[in-house]
Structure formats: structure tokens, C-alpha cells
């Protein structure tokens, strides 16, 4: 089980990651939403702003998030890890339950450019 700085570290990967794509996926991650996400195992919930590409303002709160995000993300610590690595594919992970993605519809057809 990973714990809650290496979870920070990966999103702070998944921000640079994001940042440096070009193309659809640049596209697709140029929203301004507000995210969580939501670490089942380790029961805490990272919050920040998805903001032209990148992952902002990020903080951490033990348990459940307080508001609805408009996207959440809902995984254990190892596949948030193993996603940013590479090691998991997003869509493979959320087919098989491993990973919940919720979003208004507009946002998801728009993200699964990403996946």
C-alpha cells in the first residue's frame, strides 16, 4: 500500500504529465473543474483545480471529501500510483471497477480522450 506522499507525489506527476501534453489530450485536460480524489484504502481525499492542464491548489483531508467535486476520481493508493507510472491503464482499471470516475456528461465525454 502506498502512502498519502507518495499519493501526493503521483498527482503531482499526473499534473506535469498533463501539462506537457499536446494535442487531444491537451485539449480534453484544458478544463477548469473543480476534482477530488478519493483514496479508498488510505481513507483520505485529495482535493485541488484542474486548470488548463494541471492539477492546482491541491490539499488533503482525512475521509470523505467534504463538497462534491465536479469530476472524482475513487481508487487505492497502489492504482493511483501504478496509473501515473504507467503501469496500469486507466481504461483497463475502470472497466474492471478498480478505478470510479463521476462527472457531469459533458466533462466525460471530453475526458475519455484521456483514458
Known amino acids: 500500500m ?3 506522499e507518495e499519493c501526493r507525489t503521483a498527482l503531482e506527476q499526473l ?12 485539449k480534453a485536460a484544458a478544463l477548469d473543474r473543480s476534482l477530488t480524489c478519493r483514496i ?12 488548463d492542464g494541471r492539477i492546482e491548489d491541491v490539499t488533503e483531508v482525512p475521509g470523505a471529501p467534504a463538497e462534491k467535486a465536479e469530476i472524482r476520481l475513487t ?8 496509473l501515473v507510472d504507467g503501469r496500469l491503464n486507466f481504461a483497463v482499471a475502470w472497466a474492471g471497477g478498480r478505478v470510479k470516475l463521476e462527472a457531469g456528461f459533458r466533462d466525460l465525454l471530453r475526458l475519455r480522450t484521456l483514458l
Open 75 to 82: 481508487m487505492t493508493s497502489d492504482d493511483l500510483v501504478a
Open 40 to 51: 479508498t484504502d488510505l481513507d483520505l481525499t485529495f482535493s485541488g483545480r484542474l486548470r
Open 15 to 26: 499534473s506535469r504529465n498533463l501539462a506537457k501534453s499536446t494535442g487531444k489530450v491537451r
Open 2 to 4: 502506498a502512502n498519502a
